[in-house]
T-cell receptor
Framework: AQKVTQAQTEISVVEKEDVTLDCVYETRDTTYYLFWYKQPPSGELVFLIRRNSFDEQNEISGRYSWNFQKSTSSFNFTITASQVVDSAVYFC???????????FGTGTRLTIIP | DADVTQTPRNRITKTGKRIMLECSQT?????MYWYRQDPGLGLRLIYY???????NKGEISDGYSVSRQAQAKFSLSLESAIPNQTALYFC??????????????FGEGSRLTVL
């Protein structure tokens, strides 16, 4: 099976620090989508971003930014000036067009220390 | 009201009991999924359905069965629950039309504990 690897199991940073969550994926397909989801302590899954394989342009949304590099099969997520509310488990995921099943990484638990 | 509703939200049961987790959606999506979340393992796909007559096994379907009663309803059953099925279960929907890009819409999760 083609995997999504989040090597960082847990990360802790002090509030206001920047933090980057890594995501590396495997794929044999040319058309696929990549996602990041956030799971706060309340347990629900919150969609953060979706990128398709043809769009390597980096994206910024407020304090969040994403760096998509096909050459290294990576889709990393950076939080700038972290806040306590950013504490959550973050999942990276891949969906192969045609397969239509979302494959998740194992998640990174981020703790922001006040 | 949530677009994807799971019931029950929490259930404690005993080994050997039959359990059904229900999912209903108001988004009009044709695709529905059941995922299981375990600490350190992320979310793993149990079953998925692309329409009422289409049911497919995911990566961890053993010990589970599903029923797609209608486009809006997709139930997950544990015929004889065992302790290692203790987990957080998520239902999700999607609409992979030509213009869609595969975002999943998740329910709030059902926490199942098997004693």
């Amino acid at each position: 099976a083609q995997k999504v690897t989040q090597a960082q199991t847990e990360i802790s940073v002090v509030e206001k620090e920047d933090v980057t969550l890594d995501c590396v994926y495997e794929t044999r397909d040319t058309t696929y989508y990549l996602f990041w989801y956030k799971q706060p302590p309340s347990g629900e899954l919150v969609f953060l971003i979706r990128r398709n394989s043809f769009d390597e342009q980096n994206e910024i949304s407020g304090r969040y930014s994403w760096n998509f590099q096909k050459s290294t099969s990576s889709f990393n997520f950076t939080i700038t000036a972290s806040q306590v509310v950013d504490s959550a488990v973050y999942f990276c995921a891949r969906l192969d067009f045609g397969n239509e099943k979302l494959t998740f990484g194992t998640g990174t638990r981020l703790t922001i220390i006040p | 009201d949530a677009d994807v509703t799971q019931t029950p939200r929490n259930r404690i049961t005993k080994t050997g009991k039959r359990i059904m987790l229900e999912c209903s959606q108001t988004k009009g999506h044709d695709r529905m999924y059941w995922y299981r979340q375990d600490p350190g393992l992320g979310l793993r796909l149990i079953y998925y359905s692309f329409d009422v007559k289409d049911i497919n096994k995911g990566e961890i379907s053993d010990g589970y069965s599903v029923s797609r009663q209608a486009q809006a309803k997709f139930s997950l059953s544990l015929e004889s629950a065992i302790p290692n099925q203790t987990a957080l279960y998520f239902c999700a929907t999607s609409d992979l039309s030509s213009s869609a890009t595969g975002e999943l819409f998740f329910g709030e999760g059902s926490r199942l504990t098997v004693l």
